[in-house]
């Protein structure tokens, strides 16, 4: 149990087409980052969002985009699928104002691209 | 080449023997988490650590901040403790794009065989 929801826990688009995942954190978890992770590899950091704005970015094109909501969910939306954005995605939040940075992570979404 | 580094990729162990997962960093970080992955891909931190040495039940933690380096230690391993552990530091740099950003380990999969 981990306070950190996503949804949907798997999910199967085609090339082109445009996927919204969802993230629900805990109460008063004001900061969320989203990671993509592909088979076999690391997680790589996607964005992040600090009171509904982005404050930082990793190296993934403008057609992910994402959103957050003053009720601590969040959003990240991918357009124009390709073959590669098949992965597993993983959001994690945390309260920025903690000293100890805790950060709890959901369960992840596995998207598959065909 | 990786920020942060592990060893080894791929362990498989008897049940019972004590089992140690190292990670390496090349960054300035504010804390280290150590991460557990099952088949399906949730994560659950396990650790977060900034210095010393942190036990939970089987579970140790180290790390030496001088010497970039953490170990995750498993005493007494059982099947239960197979999955993969991942190695997370969080940068203590603070980045205009990127933010205090999570460098994530490609991992290590532990099999412990009954």
């Known amino acids: 149990e981990t306070g950190v929801t996503q949804s949907p826990t798997h999910l199967i688009k085609t090339r082109g087409q445009q996927v919204t995942l969802r993230c629900s954190s805990q109460?008063?978890?004001?900061?969320v980052s989203w990671y993509q992770q592909a088979l076999g590899q690391g997680p790589q950091f996607i964005f992040q969002y600090y009171r509904e704005e982005e404050n930082g970015r990793g190296n993934f094109p403008p057609r992910f985009s994402g959103l957050q909501f003053p009720n601590y969910s969040s959003e990240l939306n991918v357009n124009a699928l390709e073959l590669d954005d098949s992965a597993l995605y993983l959001c994690?939040?945390?309260?920025?104002?903690?000293?100890?940075?805790?950060?709890?992570f959901g369960s992840g979404t596995r998207l598959t691209v065909v | 080449k990786n920020e942060v580094e592990q060893s080894p990729q791929n362990l498989t162990a008897q049940e019972g023997e004590f089992i140690t997962i190292n990670c390496s960093y090349s960054?300035?970080?504010?804390?280290l988490h150590w991460l557990q992955q099952h088949p399906g891909g949730g994560i659950v931190s396990l650790f977060m650590?900034?210095?010393g040495k942190k036990k939970h039940g089987r579970l140790i933690a180290t790390i030496n901040i001088q010497e970039k380096h953490s170990s995750l230690h498993i005493t007494a391993s059982h099947p239960r403790d197979s999955a993969v552990y991942i190695c997370?530091?969080?940068?203590?740099?603070?980045?205009?794009?990127?933010?205090?950003?999570?460098?994530f380990g490609t991992g290590t999969s532990l099999t412990v065989i009954p």
């Open positions: 997370a530091v969080r940068s203590s740099t603070l980045s205009q794009n990127t933010g205090n950003q999570f460098y």
């Open positions: 994690a939040s945390r309260k920025t104002e903690e000293r100890f940075y805790g950060y709890t």
């Open positions: 650590l900034s210095s």
């Open positions: 960054v300035g970080i504010s804390a």
């Open positions: 109460s008063g978890h004001n900061t």
